[in-house]
């Protein structure tokens, strides 16, 4: 199979595990360094149970990964550089004929932007 056939193969498996409204806001969540599941969860008003099958969908894909401290359960990046992808991705929101307003652009960029 010629590289490229083998390269967009891998990154088809990386956009499908990641195209999910709350996987992307967990990422941008975790790109500021390592974080409990609990406060994860509070942080983006997501259920437990929930927030536990995306972390478990992206461990296992290999996205993040989880250490634990006692009763703790952090996770973290296992290459930050797919929340860089992620705000990079937001200049191809911007500029599909006004399908986002320009503040919620401006407003996300912003907050993911941060380190």
Not at 11 to 31: G, N, P, Q, Y
Not at 47 to 76: C, F, N, T, W
Not at 82 to 103: C, L, T, Y
Request: charged content about 30%; hydrophobic content about 40%; aromatic content about 4%.
């Amino acid at each position: 199979m010629p590289s490229r056939q083998i390269i967009a193969k891998e990154l088809t498996e990386v956009f499908k595990v990641i195209a999910h409204a709350d996987r992307i806001r967990l990422i941008e969540e975790l790109h500021r360094g390592e974080m409990d599941v609990n406060t994860l969860a509070e942080t983006l008003n997501l259920p437990g149970p929930r927030m536990s099958q995306h972390l478990s969908l992206l461990r296992a894909h290999r996205i993040v990964e989880e250490r634990r401290d006692g009763r703790h359960h952090l996770y973290k990046l296992i290459q930050p550089e797919i929340a860089r992808w992620i705000v990079d991705g937001i200049a191809f929101v911007e500029g599909r004929a006004n399908a986002v307003p320009k503040s919620k652009i401006n407003a996300a960029r912003r907050l993911w932007s941060d380190s």
